[in-house]
């Protein structure tokens, strides 16, 4: 079957020139950060706008569509992803890491020689995408939040490679890992821990202002302290009370409020409701999933609680004993687990059904 191109409203049909071929210039595609073509060229398959001759009608070859936009919170679990474009380059992940290792010395004797070390961290690779969420699960003790911080280079790492958007993080000095430090935040497990007891809210959420020389001036200073309170559901009266004086759930919003004060690209959550009770952990996610729609951020999600890893994250990845031993989608990791390790963790959470009887997965730790 023939089809005639349709022009859309407010286009016209070239018209030939006399003496010469109709030789029709293709309008001219801007490619954005994302490599996305622009907007009118993504409104038709590629191949409906190929040139054909004068008055002849142009069958129309096998469209291909742009490539969908990142996953977010609230988009359709069962929506098919429509094959990229032909010839269109790979995005570029936000964050790679590649072979990541932070070993901590053990020492022993009257001198405190190095007799071993223990991998915390041994041999991590994973890229994230932009507007992702990546789940990190595992038990306590296997190296998720050392991943998390030697990332930010908050320990400093032994070996391997940490680039974000194509920068090297590990190698960056002074003002160039400064620079990096705006991009990437981190929200505490322990928010009590992780607040100045001395410093009243908006000191501590507009610190990092001040340290980046972001705004200046007590006004300024006190005005957005009060909006970043605001949007994390908290009220602005509170930006003159102390750490104390607020709930556990309360001082997770104020940790959120101030990891994005800078505006940041991405996020670490280091189990952010681990602390909480249940209705509270709710409201935590929920929150993480507004700013993550509105702002268009990138988490990496580290938890040992497979329930809540499940509920946030398309893409997991499973932790143990410093390494990562199984690594897939949402549905892939929970409905067919292939690491023994990953089928304990999926029988350890609990049933709601008290009449739902369940077999317990036992791992003895053996091969990886």
């Known amino acids: 079957m023939l089809y005639q191109l349709s022009y859309l409203p407010g286009m016209s049909a070239p018209q030939p020139s006399a003496g010469r071929d109709d030789k029709r210039t293709p309008m001219p595609g801007h490619v954005n950060r994302s490599g996305r073509l622009n907007r009118l060229r993504g409104l038709l398959p590629t191949g409906s706008l190929q040139p054909g001759p004068p008055d002849v009608p142009r069958p129309l070859g096998p469209p291909t569509w742009p490539t969908r936009r990142p996953y977010h919170a609230g988009m359709s679990q069962t929506a098919t992803k429509p094959a990229p474009a032909t010839g269109s380059p790979a995005a570029e992940p936000l964050l790679s890491v590649e072979h990541l290792k932070t070993y901590f010395p053990v020492r022993s ?20 995408a932009k507007g992702e ?41 002074g003002a160039s890992m400064k620079a990096l430090r705006r991009e990437m935040q981190i929200i505490f497990q322990d928010p009590a821990g992780s607040l100045n007891p001395r410093m009243r809210i908006a000191q501590i959420v507009a610190e990092p202002l ?83 729609s509105e702002f268009g951020l990138s988490y990496l999600f580290i938890s040992h609680d497979m329930a809540v890893i499940k509920h946030v994250c398309r893409n997991i990845a499973v932790m143990y004993k410093g390494k990562i031993v199984e690594r897939g989608t949402r549905d892939e990791i929970t409905e067919n687990p292939q690491h023994r390790y990953t089928q304990s963790l999926l029988s350890a959470v609990p049933e709601t059904d008290p009449r739902t009887q369940k077999q317990r997965v036992v791992f003895d730790g053996g091969a990886m």
């Open 133 to 173: 969420t990546l789940g990190l699960v595992g038990e306590s003790g296997c190296g998720k939040t050392t991943v998390g911080r030697s990332i930010l280079r908050l320990i400093e790492p032994t070996g391997g490679t940490v680039k974000f958007e194509g920068k090297d993080v590990l190698s960056a000095t």
């Open 210 to 292: 001040v340290v980046h020389g972001i705004a200046k001036g007590r006004d300024e200073l006190r005005d957005r302290a009060e909006k970043l309170l605001v949007r994390c559901g908290m009220p602005a009266a509170a930006a003159d009370r102390f750490p104390h004086e607020f709930s556990g759930g309360q001082r997770q919003r104020i940790g959120i409020a101030r990891a994005l004060a800078l505006d940041p690209k991405f996020i670490i959550c280091d189990e952010p409701t681990s602390a909480l009770d249940v209705s509270i952990q709710a409201q935590i996610i929920n929150l993480l999933d507004d700013l993550q």
């Open 109 to 128: 004797g009257l001198l405190q020689r190095v007799t071993s070390h223990v991998k915390a961290v041994d041999d991590v690779s994973f890229t994230l």
